[in-house]
């Protein structure tokens, strides 16, 4: 050894006479735990070793979907709210569990104060729990209609909160596919809260601008041409999507609307909307101008978020935008909303029943948009029990109905579910629960010196929602004689929801079109 080298050792070992704490400094660090990974990992949803139970408690139920539930819960360790989504994965496929987890993996991804925020997700045995913020502002389309006051800048704003949230997802590869008024809420009860972007459900990931088939998507109204076409898409469904919700935001109905969905895909798909008067003529010019931009059947030439936002209407909305009030519109808005809360009444029942497999072929079938022939030539012929079934449905719905027109109360109530909700003219656009609400009708319109009356069910047509449910919609034809010795005839479209329990069949929902019940010679017309 050297005599330089030997100083050199020498020199260290006065400098740390201590071996070990020499070899110790050396040693590898051990790696962090996984609490200390990157903020915002993309990884599946990760196991657990904590109970759901033991940290947060359970609180009443918030809403129902086709295969979860949303129960309001609360943090034991910090008192604070939260909504959870409960997913029981004890029936899940393996499809269904890769669903399960691209959801809360997206989710963990948005960021965003006009989104729903995504805090925890927890395993279970049995169950998986997603717990998301609690927004207690209902849904945005119910709160417009409650307003003294909505104009054309008020939706304005709206659109424009949509339109952060959308692209917030886009800037991170993110495809919501299921834009909906149901989808959108708001914070809070407070004048002015924030929209929430709700239900990734759906949500894919994409590369880019990536074009690719991603499978068939969405709610039928709110579909984009390329979709229906069965061509790659990508961001720009979202943005139709955006088009179909500002058309109704400024309104009151959508712009394609057909009873028929095969018709409706049609018009989809054609690009077939107008701005027809008197309602489009108190609308600017630039708010029709975006909607174009939205609604182009081409997804290439369709405009995106970021250059909706800095579109004038949106953009320069105190210029630009109308201040005036439409009542028109939130009129208009009352049913749209009626329609839209009909359909999930429906299929709250169909859960009910418990019938989930009933339930998810009926949600799944012809989803290539072709509606199923009426014409026997195209038809095979029905089980002669599903036959009787569907008799029994009428006639019940008759019985229903002759209660109401001889004014017998008891016999009303013994057809109608304790808590049965209905929507009809009388409640001006409102849902409305129980019997309470009915029951002034037969106390003071339903006497009996009044005239005869007489209905008639048209084209009653019944959908069968498992082994307990079903659903029945007709046109009631009501003839009578008024005041004046005048023979009258009204018409009303009115659809129900039966379920049975212990054997006999209720009514559980009804909805009922037509002008409200007026004193005096119409007093017999109420149906619900």
């Not at 409305?432 to 047509?461: A, D, I, W």
Request: aromatic content about 8%.
């Amino acid at each position: 050894m050297t005599r330089e080298r030997h100083s050199l050792l020498k020199r260290r070992r006065e400098q740390n006479p201590n071996p070990r704490s020499r070899r110790r400094k050396h040693e590898r660090q051990p790696p962090p735990p996984p609490a200390a990974a990157a903020e915002g990992h993309t990884m599946a949803i990760p196991p657990t070793c904590t109970r759901f139970s033991d940290e947060y408690t359970l609180m009443e139920e918030l809403g129902k979907g086709a295969f979860s539930i949303v129960r309001k819960c609360v943090k034991v360790a910090t008192g604070q709210d939260f909504a959870a989504k409960i997913i029981n994965t004890k029936k899940l496929s393996a499809r269904d569990h890769q669903k399960l987890e691209r959801e809360a993996r997206i989710c963990r991804m948005l960021k965003h104060s006009n989104i729903v925020r995504l805090h925890d997700s927890i395993s279970e045995e049995g169950f998986h729990y997603l717990l998301f913020d609690l927004v207690t502002g209902g849904e945005l389309f119910e709160d417009i209609v409650a307003r003294e006051y909505y104009s054309e800048a008020d939706a304005s704003h709206c659109i424009q909160q949509i339109l952060e949230a959308v692209l917030h997802c886009h800037q991170l590869g993110i495809v919501h596919r299921d834009l909906k008024p149901e989808n959108l809420l708001l914070a809070s009860k407070t004048k002015g809260a924030a929209v929430k972007l709700a239900d990734f459900g759906l949500a894919i990931e994409v590369q880019g601008e990536q074009q690719a088939w991603f499978g068939f998507a969405g709610t039928p109204g709110y579909l984009s041409p390329e979709v229906l076409r069965k061509d790659p898409y990508g961001k720009p469904v979202d943005m139709w999507a955006c088009g179909v919700i500002l058309y109704i935001l400024l309104v009151g109905y959508p712009p394609f609307w057909d009873e028929d969905q095969h018709r409706l895909y049609q018009q989809i798909k054609a690009g077939a909307y107008d701005f027809p008067s008197p309602e489009w003529d108190t609308v600017t010019p630039e708010a029709k101008s975006l909607i174009n931009q939205m609604l182009t059947i081409n997804p290439a030439k369709r405009i995106t978020a970021s250059e909706a936002l800095t579109h004038p209407w949106i953009f320069q909305r105190s210029t630009v935008a109308s201040c005036m009030h439409r009542q028109e519109t939130v009129e208009c808005l009352k049913k749209f909303n009626a329609r839209r809360k009909l359909k999930g009444a429906i299929l709250t029942t169909m859960l009910a029943t418990r019938n989930f497999s009933a339930a998810k072929s009926l949600m799944n079938k012809k989803t290539d948009g072709v509606k199923e022939s009426t014409d026997s030539s195209n038809t095979t012929l029905e089980d002669e029990d599903l036959k009787l079934r569907k008799q029994e449905i009428i006639k019940v719905t008759e019985q229903l109905i002759e209660a109401v027109n001889h004014g017998d109360f008891e016999a009303y109530t013994k057809l109608c579910d304790p808590g049965m909700t209905s929507f009809e003219p009388e409640a001006l656009g409102n849902l409305v629960g129980g019997m309470e609400f009915h029951k002034f009708y037969f106390e003071n319109l339903f006497s009996k010196s009044q005239r005869p009356v007489h209905t008639t069910l048209l084209t009653p047509h019944v959908h069968l929602l498992g082994e307990e449910a079903a659903c029945v919609a007709y046109v009631r034809l009501t003839q009578y004689v008024d005041n004046a010795g005048v023979p009258r005839t009204q018409q009303a479209e009115e659809t129900r929801v039966w379920h049975r329990r212990d054997g006999k069949w209720q009514s559980v929902h009804a909805h009922r079109s037509g002008a409200p019940t007026q004193h005096g010679s119409a007093k017999r017309l109420k149906t619900n």
